[in-house]
């Protein structure tokens, strides 16, 4: 029994030092993944960010709220762009890419209505009947826009345009209007937007802001 307690004691004491090598081994492991794992995900933000920032350099088209302002000095009534899916990570690109941009499509059009009317009741004494809605968007989308703001308490007061760059008709539309809304999505580029301004600037029309849709 002796010899076998001996035995024993000596396996133990062999297989010991083992185990707890594998085991601080494997906490070496777990933590460089957790460090890596972690520098990983730093890049890859850091990353996004640098692609964000090198599209709105390269690509003329108009990105944000913020750079119709900049750029054009025009006040964004509302700003909407959906949103694809929604977790954390997604939720950071889209405020870097978009701004204050509005994903609830309600919500956008509770804004940009309060933002008129506000605007019509500020400028009263100028007698602003009506609005024209110009723009290059999908008509189905600008019937959408004028729609949603005529259905609640502006009475009417945004009338559908169009394209006035080429639309015969669009132009007739906003003869008679002395105010103008731009609308535009974000594929619209700066040089279009640019145009539309210049032709609206040449028609001696006011135009008192923009709506950018998706």
Known sequence: ???????????????E?????SAKGL???????????????????????FI????????DAVNNASEVTRIFGIRVFGDYKSKKSSNRFADMLYRMSYG???????????????????YVNAFKDKNID????????KTSDMKEIAGSVNGAETSEVVKLAGDI??????IRTINDK?????????????????????KLQGLEKTVIGAVLYD
Do not use: H, W
């Open 165 to 170: 760059l080429t639309d015969a008709e669009a």
């Open 100 to 118: 204050d941009a509005s994903s609830d499509k309600d919500d956008f059009f509770k804004v940009l209505t309060a933002n008129i009317d506000a």
């Open 1 to 15: 029994m002796n010899q076998r307690s001996a035995v024993a004691d000596k396996k133990a004491k062999l297989t």
């Open 17 to 21: 030092p083992k185990l707890k090598s």
């Open 130 to 137: 009506e609005i024209a809605l110009v723009g290059r968007l």
């Open 27 to 49: 906490k070496d492991v777990m933590k460089s993944c957790i460090k890596f794992g972690v520098l990983g995900g730093v890049a890859g933000i850091f990353l996004a960010a």
């Open 52 to 59: 964000i920032c090198m599209k709105a350099i390269i690509v």
């Open 178 to 198: 002395k105010y103008a809304i731009v609308a535009l999505d974000r594929s619209t580029s700066k040089n279009d937007l640019r145009k539309q301004l210049e």
